[in-house]
């Protein structure tokens, strides 16, 4: 991590794992700029004073990568500074496989972690189209861009994954903030107040953690299929439209001099 005068998480009461994913040092030397580029889980909760700090942040986009029926079970506000959002719903076969697995006594939690790797490994082999959508809409973005999930962790984790590494940021870099979900204690507390009682009393510690936070394993996992599908991640970005220009183009925008 860089010392900085910016806070990497951002306190919005009701928000989960909100953070800015910029302040990183690329490998050329240059910055990836700060208050541009944030993450985080669903927004539904907000209190009105998390809202009017939302506004402060000056966020042109919010790029929301749940399913259908997930925003709307637990849908983002509409009045402004909300009135932004673009909606690429991820579906993933694996992810519904994972809760099963979590509501499945004879499930261990080995399996689990099992199910949580796949679904990550799945995001890289089979979601090309959604995270080109992504990529559009963040060539087009002039102020913020924030995209999201669930719980801002894997969906979320992978796309900004791949956008820190168009930007020149190293892979252990990347890893780092990947595993930042893991100090969420908003995440935490709402896994455990909300999540541990509807998946049942079978469900240990290890398990919670699987649905609450993130392992080294389930990233490696996705940017391993990337390294079979497509060789390197350049070959995966030029796959979903990111060829040299729109690299350099990026890089303008999001670094510094």
Not at 243 to 254: I, V
Request: charged share 30%; proline share 3%; net charge negative.
């Amino acid at each position: 991590m860089h010392e900085t005068e910016y806070s990497r998480f951002i306190t919005l009461p009701g928000s989960l794992n909100f953070r800015d994913f910029g302040g990183y040092r690329t490998r050329d030397g240059r910055q990836v700029k700060w208050r541009k580029l944030f993450r985080s889980g669903a927004l539904s909760m907000l209190n009105d004073d998390a809202k009017d700090h939302f506004g402060e942040l000056n966020i042109a986009v919010i790029c929301d990568l749940r399913k259908a029926d997930e925003a709307n079970r637990s849908s983002t506000p509409d009045q402004p500074p909300f009135d932004c959002k673009r909606h690429i719903p991820i579906e993933q076969a694996s992810n519904q496989m994972l809760r099963e697995a979590m509501m499945d006594s004879n499930k261990s939690a080995a399996d689990r972690i099992g199910f949580a790797i796949e679904t990550n490994r799945e995001l890289a082999r089979n979601h090309h189209q959604e995270y080109r959508q992504l990529f559009e809409i963040l060539l087009e973005t002039d102020g913020g861009f924030l995209l999201h999930c669930s719980a801002g962790k894997d969906r979320t984790g992978f796309g900004a994954a791949l956008i820190l590494a168009t930007l020149g940021v190293d892979e252990e870099t990347i890893m780092e903030d990947y595993l930042l979900t893991n100090q969420a204690q908003c995440l935490r507390e709402f896994t455990q107040s909300t999540l541990r009682p509807f998946y049942g009393d079978h469900i240990d510690d290890t398990s919670m953690e699987v649905i609450g936070g993130v392992r080294p394993e389930f990233l490696q996992a996705a940017l391993d299929e990337v390294q079979v599908t497509h060789g390197t991640i350049t070959g995966y970005l030029e796959e979903i439209g990111i060829d040299d220009n729109r690299k350099q183009e990026l890089r303008r925008k999001l670094l510094t001099s």
